[in-house]
């Protein structure tokens, strides 16, 4: 299973490249590696199992932060009381096709599982994205996404691309949320 040891952290190359496109059908391994991503963030959101192997929370996973530049993501983001997820699903070679000019932010700014430092500042992010991906059979999927799993989904496509969040943040003032933007998690 994976654990945060098999998580690399920041200065790792994987996390400053851009990843490979994959070909179906997917190789045993790579489809072993999907799974597994999948599995680790519903492990990290399971109290029992996350205290156990001291995961940290998780809602999304890119096989960069495994050290595999491959385009390749898990997303698990949990829908509101106990109704199912909102995402709960492996994306190969997601690409944005559309994404709107109004933008969003959590309000809190964001983290990281490869950064296990906290970087304060605003990250802004169109608040409306449609992703083509495919699954892990192949077949082709188009999704208009917004809010907070639009914002997911653009920081796991930004480690297929070599982008931390923090490249994101207005260095001269991190906190700054432009007029009209969207903040999540007021
Ligand atoms: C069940 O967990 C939650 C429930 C409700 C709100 C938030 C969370 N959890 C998270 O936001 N988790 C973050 C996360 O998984 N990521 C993913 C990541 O690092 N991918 O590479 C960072 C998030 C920042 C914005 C979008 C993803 C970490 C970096 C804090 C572990
Ligand atoms: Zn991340």
Redesign the pocket.
Known sequence: MITMKDIVLEGHPALRKRAEKLTFPLSPEHQELAKEMLEFLHN??NPEIAEKYGL???????AP?LGKSIQMIALLV?GFEEEEAILDEVWINPRIMRESVKKAC?KDG?????VNREVPGIVLRPERITVKYQDVNGDEFVRTLNDYEA??VQ??ID?LNGVM?YDHINQTQPMYIPKGAVVIGE
């Open positions: 990290s959101q940290r929370a998780g809602v999304g996973l890119a932060q949990p959590l964001e983290g990281c599982l490869s914002i997911v920081h796991e480690h969040f």
